[in-house]
C-alpha cells in the first residue's frame, strides 16, 4: 500500500510541469478565442449600427465568461422572461402533473369544471363529450354551468401591457379554458369574381355572430381585409377584397369570457351528439352533491412547457403562473401569488430585487427588468440540474428548425445547434438560451437590446454573433 502511494506522489510529481504546460495552453487558447470573439461582435454590432450601450450581452462555457458587455446593466427582457416562469414551472410543479377538466351531472344542470389547463383544445372537449354520450343521457334539462373558481376571475392581468388587442397573444386567462381562449377566423377566396370570400370561423360556435362583408377580386384589391372583433355584442365582422386563386389564410382572435366561451363549444359539440342542452350557459360553481361523470387529463407537462416557449404564447405563461400559486395552497388562485413564486425561487438562486423586477411572467410588458447576468444564472441553474435541463431544452425553438427560430440562422453554422427563447417588444429585442458544439460543448448566452435600432436589425446582429461563436 504504501508504494503504491509513492508511486503516486512521484507520478504526481514528475508529470506536474506537463500538467502545467497544458493548463497554460488552454488559457492561452481560450484567451485568443475570447479575444477574437470580442472582436468579432464588435465588428458585426458596428456594422449593424448597434451602440454597445443599448446592449447587455454574456457567452459562457461551463464557469466562464467568454464575453459579455453590460453585464449586470438592467433592460425591458421581453418574452425571454418566460425563461424565468420556465425555472419556477419546472422546479414546483411535477413531470407528471395532470391538469383534470371534469363534468358532473345533478339530473338537471351539466357542469363544465376547469381545473386550470392551458392546453385544453378541441380533441379534448371531444374526449368530454363522447365519453358523456356513453352515459346515455339524450337531454340536459337545465344549463351547463361553467365552474372556473380554482383562479380568480381576473381575465387580462394589470402587470399585462395597458393597451388590449384583440390577436391571440393578448387572450385572457381562466381555469376553465378552451383553444387557448381565441377563435379562428379562415378566410378563402370565392369561386368567381365579385362573390363573398368564404369566411369560417372555427370552432364554429354561437358564441360569436359572423358577418362578411368581403369581396372576391380578380386583379387589383381596392380595400384592406379587416377582421374586427365586438367582443360586447360578440360579433366578428370581416371586410375587405380577397384576391381570386389566393391560398386560404387563418387569422386568430382571442374571446373575452373564456368560461362563456368553453361552455358555448360544450354546447355545440353535444348538439353534433344529438343531445340538447333546454337551458343556458352560466357562470357558476359545482355543487357538492354533483355526480362527477368525465375527467379529462392534460398532456404531459413537457408539452405543455413547449406550447410556452416555441411559440412564446403569454396565455400559457399566465395559466402557468396561476397554477404555481394554486399548487401553494391559495384559492382561488392569483397571478400576483404565482410571480412571488417565481421572484422566490430567483432569490433562492442569490440574484437580489437588484438583479430582477419580474411582474408579468410572459414579458408582455415594459415593466419587467433584467439583465445579461440575471439570466445567465438562471440558464446555468437549469443546464446544471439534469431533473430539468433536458425538459426545458426541448420546450426551446430550435434555429432554422421549429417556433420563433425557424426563419433564423437558416444555411449557417449556426443552424440547429441554438436553441434559445426569442423576445420582442417596441424598442426592446432579446434572444437567450444555448448554443451547441459538435464536440459537446454547451455555450449559455443572454442578448437584450433596448434602443432606437430597427428591431430586424438587431434580430439579425444577434444571430450574426451566434454564427460567429459556432464557426
Not at 21 to 32: E, H, K
Not at 197 to 203: E, I, R, T, Y
Not at 426 to 452: E, H, T
Request: a positive charge; one cysteine or more; hydrophobic letters at 40%.
Amino acid at each position: 500500500m504504501n508504494y503504491i502511494l509513492r508511486l503516486s506522489v512521484l507520478l504526481n510529481y514528475s508529470l506536474a510541469p506537463l500538467r502545467a504546460t497544458c493548463l497554460a495552453i488552454l488559457l492561452t487558447t481560450s484567451s485568443v478565442m475570447a479575444q477574437g470573439l470580442q472582436a468579432d461582435i464588435k465588428e458585426i454590432l458596428a456594422k449593424h449600427k448597434i451602440n454597445p450601450d443599448h446592449v447587455g450581452m454574456v457567452i459562457s462555457l461551463k464557469d466562464q465568461n467568454v464575453y459579455e458587455n453590460n453585464l449586470k446593466k438592467q433592460f425591458i427582457p421581453a418574452s425571454i422572461s418566460k425563461l424565468l416562469t420556465s425555472y419556477s414551472v419546472l422546479k414546483n410543479i411535477e413531470l407528471t402533473q395532470k391538469f383534470k377538466t371534469e363534468l358532473y351531472f345533478d339530473g338537471k344542470n351539466l357542469y363544465l369544471k376547469g381545473g386550470g389547463d392551458p392546453s385544453f383544445v378541441s380533441e379534448n372537449l371531444w374526449y368530454l363529450v363522447n365519453e358523456f354520450t356513453r352515459q346515455k343521457i339524450g337531454v340536459i334539462p337545465g344549463d351547463i354551468v361553467v365552474d372556473d373558481y380554482y383562479f380568480d376571475d381576473v381575465r387580462f392581468d394589470s402587470s399585462r401591457e395597458s393597451e388590449r388587442v384583440d390577436r391571440s397573444y393578448d387572450a385572457p386567462v381562466g381555469a376553465m379554458s378552451f383553444n387557448w381562449n381565441s377563435v379562428n377566423v379562415f378566410v378563402k377566396p370565392g369561386p368567381t369574381e365579385n362573390k363573398e370570400a368564404h369566411v369560417v370561423l372555427d370552432p364554429q360556435n354561437t358564441y360569436f355572430t359572423l358577418v362578411n362583408r368581403t369581396t372576391t377580386k380578380a386583379n387589383k384589391l381596392s380595400r384592406e381585409l379587416i377582421i374586427d372583433v365586438n367582443q360586447k355584442n360578440r360579433t366578428i365582422t370581416v371586410t375587405g377584397d380577397v384576391l381570386k386563386g389566393g391560398i386560404e389564410k387563418a387569422y386568430f382572435k382571442n374571446v373575452a369570457e373564456p368560461e362563456l366561451w368553453a361552455g358555448d363549444n360544450l354546447k355545440a359539440f353535444l348538439l353534433q351528439r344529438n343531445i340538447e342542452v333546454k337551458g343556458k350557459i352560466k357562470h357558476g360553481k359545482t355543487p357538492s352533491d354533483a355526480n362527477k361523470l368525465v375527467t379529462f387529463e392534460s398532456k404531459s407537462l413537457s408539452l405543455i412547457l413547449a406550447d410556452m416557449n416555441k411559440f412564446s404564447n403569454n396565455y400559457v405563461a399566465e395559466m402557468f403562473t396561476k397554477n404555481l400559486a394554486a399548487l401553494s395552497g391559495e384559492t382561488p388562485a392569483t397571478l400576483s401569488t404565482g410571480v412571488k413564486v417565481i421572484q422566490k425561487n430567483l432569490k433562492e438562486l442569490g440574484l437580489t430585487k437588484d438583479d430582477f423586477t419580474v411582474l408579468n411572467p410572459s414579458g408582455f410588458t415594459r415593466d419587467n427588468r433584467a439583465s445579461a447576468y440575471t439570466m445567465g444564472v438562471v440558464l446555468k441553474a437549469m443546464q446544471n440540474d439534469f431533473r430539468y435541463f433536458p425538459t426545458l431544452l426541448e420546450s426551446l425553438p430550435i434555429s432554422a428548425i421549429d417556433g420563433t427560430l425557424k426563419k433564423r440562422m437558416k444555411n449557417t453554422s449556426a443552424a440547429g445547434f441554438v436553441r434559445a427563447k426569442t423576445g420582442y417588444l417596441d424598442g426592446v429585442v432579446s434572444l437567450a438560451g444555448y448554443a451547441g458544439q459538435k464536440d459537446g460543448d454547451i455555450y449559455r448566452f443572454a442578448f437584450l437590446y433596448n434602443g432606437p435600432q430597427d428591431e430586424a436589425r438587431v434580430r439579425e446582429a444577434f444571430d450574426q454573433v451566434l454564427v460567429s461563436l459556432l464557426k
